[in-house]
C-alpha cells in the first residue's frame, strides 16, 4: 500500500471510529476526541534517550492510528526547540519541564506554553572529569575497593577550595538555565555545602554566577563530553547518553544519578502552546494518547521492550549514539566507572509510578528552585505557585485522553487508579538525598528549609 493509500485507508479508519464512539453510549467527555482538525505535525527533540516516547509513538504506528502523520526532527539546542515552538515552525516538542513553565512566567522569552503530558521519570546523572575524580576520591567512602554510592558533593568541596586556592575557578556544565540538570547540579552542590550561585535579572544578570562557589555554564548535551574532555568544564549534569559516554571514552567517571539526588524525579515534557490546544483540541488529545502507549511499551513487562527501544534509539535520525552505550542505561543498569556497572531498573521511568501524570506539585517544584536561585526575583505567594502550575500543566487534557484509551479497549481504568483519585498534588516527598520533605502545596516553607539559597524577599 502506498503512503497516500495508507493516508486514505487510515483517514477512514479513524473516521469510521469516530462516527462508532458518537453512536455509542459513551460520556460526552469521551467524546472530546473527534476527528483531528489537524494531521500533519512536526515536533522537535534533542538528541537524548528520554525522547524515545515520540520516536515509539512515531515506529509503531500509534500517531497513525490516531489519524496524526508526524515528522520528528532533531534540534540544534534547546533555546532554538523553544523558539520553534513558539513560533509555530513545530507544532510542539520534547522539551526540558522548566521550558514551559519558564516561558509562562516570562523568564526569557515570554509565551503561553502548556504540558499535557510528562515525558519520563529519573534519566539524568552527574558526570566529573578524571582530574577531578581522582581528587575527589580520598573523602569518598569505599568498600571493597568500589565506591559508596550516592556520592556527597561534599566529597567535591576540597576540590573547589584547591581552585580557589590557586586563583583559578572551578567549572562544571548544565544544559540549559531552566533545565531539570541545572536545579539537579545547584541541589547536588548545595546539599554537599557549595554554593553554585545566583541569577539576579532584575539587574541584568543572568549568568547565574553571583557570590558562585562553582561556576555553571551551558553547554548542548551531545557536545558535553567533548567540552569536559577539552578542559572547558570539570564535570556536568546532562541526560543519557552523555554521561555513559563519557564512561565508554574513558575520560570521566559520573558521581551521582538524579534518582539518588531525588527518588523519581520529573524530568521531560511534551511541551506546545497553549493557542495550538485551544484551536486544535481533538489533535492535542490525539497526540497524549499515541504518547501513552508508547510510554506504556517501554516500561511493558518490567522493561521487556527496551533492548528493542535501544536499536530504534540508536539510529543516528533519533539519538545516533552507539548501542552499547545507550543501552547502559536503558536496560536496567548504569555504569559509574569501567566495570563498575550497576543494577539500576529505574534510571529510566517512562510509565511507571504515573511518570506521564503532569503534577502541579512538580511545576511547583522547579518554580522554587528557581526562586531560590533568583531566576524568580522577588518573593511570591503560595497562591501565585499554584494558580501558575495550573496554567502550564494540563492533566484536564490529560485525563481526557486517558478516557479515550478506556473507551478504545486499549487500558483498563485500573492501569490509571491514581490518576482518578489525585488532586494534582503528590502530598509530602521525603526522598530528597539531603532528607528535606518537600509539600507542593506550601512552596514558601519549602523554600525557607533550604540551607543555601534565597528565602523571604531576600535578593543576591
Not at 150 to 156: E, F, R, T
Not at 217 to 226: D, E, F, G, R, W
Not at 275 to 282: G, W
Not at 392 to 420: C, H, M, N, T, W
Request: hydrophobic fraction near 35%; charged fraction near 25%.
Amino acid at each position: 500500500m502506498g503512503s497516500h493509500s495508507r493516508r486514505q485507508f487510515l483517514k477512514k479508519t479513524v473516521l469510521a471510529a469516530s462516527i462508532a464512539l458518537a453512536g455509542s453510549a459513551v460520556s460526552s467527555q469521551a467524546l472530546a476526541s473527534g476527528y483531528p482538525e489537524k494531521e500533519d505535525l512536526k515536533f522537535g527533540f534533542i538528541k537524548l534517550t528520554d525522547m524515545a516516547p515520540l520516536a515509539i509513538a512515531y515506529e509503531k504506528g500509534y500517531f497513525e492510528d490516531e489519524g496524526l502523520y508526524v515528522q520528528l526532527e532533531a534540534q540544534a539546542n534547546w533555546k532554538v526547540l523553544l523558539d520553534r515552538v513558539i513560533d509555530g515552525q513545530l507544532d510542539g516538542a520534547h522539551m526540558l519541564a522548566g521550558q514551559p513553565i519558564a516561558a509562562t512566567i516570562g523568564y526569557g522569552t515570554k509565551a503561553n506554553v502548556i504540558t499535557p503530558i510528562s515525558m519520563d521519570l529519573n534519566g539524568n546523572a552527574i558526570t566529573v572529569s578524571n582530574k577531578t575524580w581522582e581528587a575527589m576520591k580520598s573523602c569518598v567512602e569505599m568498600k571493597d575497593g568500589k565506591p559508596v554510592h550516592p556520592i556527597s558533593a561534599a566529597a567535591l568541596k576540597p576540590v573547589v577550595k584547591s581552585y580557589k586556592d590557586a586563583g583559578k575557578p572551578f567549572k562544571m556544565g548544565m544544559v540549559f538555565p531552566v533545565s531539570t540538570h541545572n536545579y539537579e547540579l545547584r541541589y547536588w552542590l548545595a546539599a554537599g555545602g557549595l554554593n553554585p550561585g545566583y541569577y539576579a535579572p532584575d539587574k541584568g544578570d543572568t549568568s547565574g554566577t553571583l557570590k558562585a562557589d562553582v561556576l555553571l555554564s551551558v553547554t548542548p548535551p551531545p557536545q558535553m563530553p567533548a567540552t569536559m574532555e577539552a578542559g572547558t568544564i570539570e564535570g556536568y549534569c546532562v541526560g543519557e547518553p552523555w554521561n555513559q559516554q563519557a564512561v565508554f571514552k574513558g575520560i570521566g567517571v559520573p558521581v551521582i544519578s538524579d534518582n539518588s539526588i531525588q527518588k523519581n524525579n520529573p524530568e521531560k515534557v511534551f511541551g506546545l502552546r497553549e493557542d495550538f490546544y485551544e484551536k486544535y483540541p481533538n489533535t492535542t488529545i490525539r497526540i497524549v494518547k499515541a504518547m501513552i502507549r508508547a510510554a506504556y511499551w517501554l516500561d511493558e513487562q518490567n522493561n521487556k521492550n527496551r533492548p528493542a527501544a535501544v536499536k530504534i534509539l540508536s539510529q543516528p535520525n533519533y539519538v545516533g549514539a552507539d548501542y552499547k552505550v545507550i543501552a547502559n542505561s536503558m536496560t536496567g543498569t548504569f555504569e559509574y566507572e569501567k566495570g563498575d556497572k550497576r543494577s539500576e531498573p529505574d534510571f529510566n521511568v517512562f510509565f511507571r509510578y504515573n511518570a506521564t501524570y503532569p503534577y502541579y506539585s512538580d511545576a511547583i517544584w522547579y518554580m522554587t528552585q528557581m526562586r531560590r536561585w533568583g531566576q524568580i526575583s522577588e518573593q511570591k505567594s503560595d497562591d501565585w505557585y499554584k494558580q501558575m502550575a495550573k496554567k502550564v500543566y494540563r492533566p484536564d487534557i490529560y485525563k481526557k485522553a486517558v478516557q479515550e484509551l478506556i473507551s478504545d479497549g486499549k487500558f483498563k481504568k485500573s492501569d490509571f487508579a491514581e490518576v482518578y483519585e489525585t488532586d494534582g498534588f503528590r502530598g509530602e516527598q521525603d526522598d530528597f538525598m539531603d532528607g528535606i520533605p518537600y509539600d507542593g502545596s506550601k512552596p514558601n516553607a519549602y523554600i525557607e528549609s533550604m540551607k543555601i539559597g534565597l528565602k523571604g524577599n531576600e535578593k543576591p
